[in-house]
């Protein structure tokens, strides 16, 4: 369980060490970002950073985190990265200023609504056995793929549970394409990078127009159909403003391409990330194994089961403590404040980052350390310590949605599968905004039961 910090009025700030000139930090930020980033709490409670030509400042102590997150208008989304995000996906839930958000968020919370969950589950749990199906003993994949692959089924069935209405439009490829070319393009460091007809680039651009066609065609059969076919896009398509008002074309087209984005690489790091950490540590493996044995018998798992596997449960929290998919944030100042007793001008960037907060000793003993059981407790962690989905109104939408999908998927190929990452190689994160392991291969066993 985490510990208890003590509460402080006084939160220190000071610049981080060893800029370079001209370039400050940045060159430590792009070569070593994790423990770069995780160092920072050493140096201060606010730190700042000098990034070429701008300062950046990081909260590192939890109180600060919390008074970012839930001051939205303050501290209101933007900032460099999230300007060109924009520019890619539009301006859906996860990238709209606060003054888009209160009526963008009410408007889609009935589609995360938790009696919408089981029937998610259900088409959660048919995408994972069928791609897992071809599995066979003894057989060498690329793990992160293969994760990659079931959240992209899962995600594209629970958008589009009647995608084969889009005709002969290669749903799952566009998605996959959409998904990985944004989070290129968010990265590129060169102004009008994207538009130099590369071959990706141009794959891309024909990847987003068949995404855009597919919504398209799915919107007017939807619409032509008048059925709810339980899935995010009939929500999407049924909900209203509080002046009766549904959701044009193109915003649901925005919305569906940030769903992509923000659930399809997060959930399949989050389970790449399980399976190393099970691995190497066989006695948690050993009881995951009991638990499931148990509860599931060699069946899949399902929606009802999930409180039945508590085990499963904190393997899941804890590797999001580990491995926080979104491990690095921004907030863009949008008025001259004081955050922690600390003078940050209008138009600053403001970074958090759960990766930090997660390996602070003084929150979470041993932070290196693989430890489901510290999650035994029923006390929940302060606000601001553990915060894999974020806090406030921004808050993810899709966590539950998240968790369970990362659940069952653990809970159905570990009651079947010991899943062993090849010896020898090593996994290390893609140095990227999201925290995902780079390729690498693991063999699956069939459990004898
Ligand atoms: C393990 C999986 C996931 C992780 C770790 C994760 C993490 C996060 C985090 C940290 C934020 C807050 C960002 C910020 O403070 O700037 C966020 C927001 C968001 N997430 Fe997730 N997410 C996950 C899964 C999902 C899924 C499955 C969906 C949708 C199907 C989703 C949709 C969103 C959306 C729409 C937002 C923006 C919410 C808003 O601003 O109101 N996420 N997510």
Not at 12 to 29: D, E, Q, V, Y
Request: charged share 20%; aromatic share 6%.
């Amino acid at each position: 369980m985490p510990t208890q910090y003590r509460p402080t009025f006084q939160y220190t700030s000071a610049t981080a060490p060893r800029a370079l000139p001209l370039l400050g930090h940045a060159p430590a930020l792009l070569h070593h970002p994790y423990d770069f980033v995780a160092g920072l709490a050493a140096h201060g409670d606010l730190v700042r950073l000098r990034l070429g030509p701008l300062d950046a400042y990081v909260a590192c102590h939890p109180d600060l985190v919390r008074q970012l997150l839930t001051e939205d208008r303050t501290y209101d989304k933007g900032g460099l990265i999230l300007d060109k995000a924009r520019e890619v996906f539009g301006n859906g839930l996860a990238t709209c200023p606060a003054a888009d958000h209160r009526r963008q968020r009410r408007m889609l919370q009935p589609a995360f609504h938790r009696d919408r969950l089981p029937g998610y589950a259900a088409m959660m749990a048919e995408e994972i056995a069928g791609t897992t199906a071809p599995w066979s003993d003894g057989d060498v994949i690329d793990l992160p793929a293969a994760m990659y692959r079931l959240t992209t089924a899962v995600t594209a069935r629970c958008l589009f549970a009647a995608h084969e209405r889009a005709g002969s439009l290669p749903v799952h490829a566009c998605m996959d394409a959409v998904a990985r070319g944004v989070a290129r393009r968010i990265m590129l460091p060169l102004p009008g990078a994207d538009r130099i007809p590369t071959p990706g680039n141009r794959r891309f651009r024909r990847a987003r127009r068949d995404l855009r066609e597919i919504t398209r065609r799915l919107i007017a059969d939807y619409r032509a159909a008048g059925t709810d076919h339980h899935d995010l896009l009939s929500v999407l398509l049924s909900t209203r403003d509080e002046d009766g008002r549904g959701l044009s074309d193109n915003e649901i087209h925005d919305q569906v391409v940030t769903f992509l984005l923000a659930g399809m690489e997060t959930t399949a790091a989050t389970l790449s990330w399980a399976w190393t950490l099970l691995a190497a540590n066989p006695p948690v493996r050993e009881r995951l194994h009991t638990e499931l044995d148990t509860v599931l018998d060699g069946r899949p798992a399902r929606h009802e089961d999930l409180p039945s596997l508590p085990l499963t449960g904190r393997i899941v929290s804890e590797t999001l403590r580990l491995h926080p998919p979104a491990w690095i944030l921004s907030r863009t100042v949008t008025a001259d404040t004081e955050l922690g007793g600390h003078r940050v001008p209008a138009g600053a960037t403001i970074l958090y980052s759960p990766y930090l907060l997660h390996r602070r000793a003084d929150l979470f003993p041993h932070p290196g350390r693989f430890d489901p059981d510290r999650w035994l407790t029923t006390a929940r962690p302060a606000p601001g310590t553990y915060t894999p989905f974020g806090l406030g109104a921004r808050r993810c939408i899709g966590d539950t949605f998240g968790t369970t999908e990362a659940a069952l998927a653990i809970a159905t190929i570990a009651s079947r599968w010991t899943v062993t990452p090849t010896p020898h190689q090593s996994v290390r994160p893609h140095r990227s905004s999201s925290l995902s392991p780079r390729p690498f291969t693991a063999t699956l066993t069939r459990r004898a039961r």
